[in-house]
């Protein structure tokens, strides 16, 4: 199941500060909803259906993790807390801010409270206008048309008139100015659903490690002592192959990647798992093995107390890291801490995600990158 679904919202005022109230609503939308990608120029429009003061109106489209239910009634919350006051009465109505769901990607819903596509949205120019400053790859799901063939076949010949650009909450983060970000954390920290997101909403090359489909792992928790040295070749093996392969068909020059590890993870892991001599042998192999690995422009490395990594790691269910100690977790963070030290070349930004979850608040991802950008301009 894709984490991310892209939203287009359509926003409208007609009482008060029109340009405020709709410069509030964007952020406030970026800060509960979803990550607002882009947002339309600023129309001026006629209220629509009934005689009142002219609107201003914009869409935006916004990457979120949430179901449209979810995503209506966070909605609802927002325009309540701009001041707006639903009436019982039937019909359209004067307002310090409307927000519409105009299409969740090629979705279609219909149930008592929602309908998506907007039934009302091929009819009416101030929601078509703003979407097409969009640009978005989309066609209406029942009535095959993109948002250009809409706007041509529309019979609104409403005046809608372009007042002033906005600016897009995205903007303020320079992340997809590097060309190469790593995330690591221990196990449970978050790093590839954070790696994921970063991905999705920056447009980024996605490494994933592929630590699921090493035959050893299941083995080594249950015998650590036997299979700790088998089980850390394999990895060093397995991430240096396919950090290899998956760099190898990037221009790190050119293209944003963000990879949810790092192979010096190898060596924080072996470190803890392996016997001294042990240890002595993989790391003469390592050294040879990292020099030719690139380096990332920024190294995040997510911290988690273990009780958190604990609830985290029972909450994913996977068999095989139910048994893992409190103790073993604490070594690998220690280790982690330890080496990052000893990197005096590596960019890195340590961030305390204990209290963070990054898929049910959204505030929660933004202040991660919002450490990022601190880091980044600092």
């Known amino acids: 199941m894709k984490l991310q679904k892209k939203v287009v919202l359509s926003l ?19 800060q509960k909803i979803g990550m607002v990608l882009r947002v339309s120029k600023l129309y001026e429009t006629p209220s629509w259906g009934f005689e009142s003061d002219a609107f201003y109106n914009c869409a935006l489209v916004l990457h979120t993790s949430f179901s ?49 596509p907007h039934p009302q949205m091929q009819n009416r120019l101030f929601v078509l206008l703003p979407m097409q400053d969009l640009k978005l790859d989309w066609k209406h799901p029942v009535l095959q048309k993109t948002v250009v063939e809409l706007i041509s076949a529309c019979e609104d010949k409403s005046e809608c008139q372009m007042v002033s650009n906005l600016d897009s909450p995205l903007r303020k983060y320079h992340i997809n100015k590097l060309n190469y970000i790593a995330i690591e954390g221990n196990i449970g920290a978050g790093k590839t659903t954070l790696a994921s997101r970063i991905a999705g909403d920056f447009n980024a090359k996605l490494v994933l490690e592929r630590f699921a489909d090493n035959p050893f792992l299941p083995k080594f928790y249950k015998d650590q002592n036997r299979y700790a040295f088998p089980l850390e070749m394999s990895f060093l093996a397995d991430r240096y192959q396919q950090l290899a392969d998956d760099l190898s068909q990037f221009d790190l020059f050119k293209d944003f990647v963000v990879a949810d590890y790092h192979i010096f993870k190898s060596l924080i892991f072996a470190k803890v798992t392996l016997q001294e001599d042990e240890f002595r042998l993989y790391k003469t192999l390592f050294d040879i093995i990292y020099k030719e690995m690139p380096k990332p422009d920024l190294y995040v490395y997510l911290y988690q107390n273990t009780d958190r990594l604990l609830k985290n790691i029972k909450k994913r269910g996977r068999s095989y890291e139910q048994e893992i100690p409190a103790e073993y977790l604490d070594k690998i963070n220690k280790g982690y801490l330890d080496y990052i030290k000893t990197q005096t070349d590596l960019n890195v930004v340590i961030i305390d995600v204990s209290d963070f979850d990054f898929v049910k608040k959204q505030a929660d991802y933004l202040n991660v990158l919002d450490a990022i950008q601190k880091k980044l301009d600092s």
């Open 12 to 30: 409208g005022s007609n009482q008060g500060n029109r340009l405020e109230n709709i410069q509030n609503c964007i952020q406030l939308i970026h």
């Open 68 to 116: 449209a239910e979810k995503i209506l009634r966070k909605i609802a919350s927002i325009e309540k807390e701009l001041g707006r006051i639903r009436k019982d009465t039937p019909g359209y109505e004067a307002r310090i801010i409307d927000i519409d769901i105009i299409s969740i990607e090629e979705q279609v819903i219909t149930s008592e409270v929602l309908s998506v």
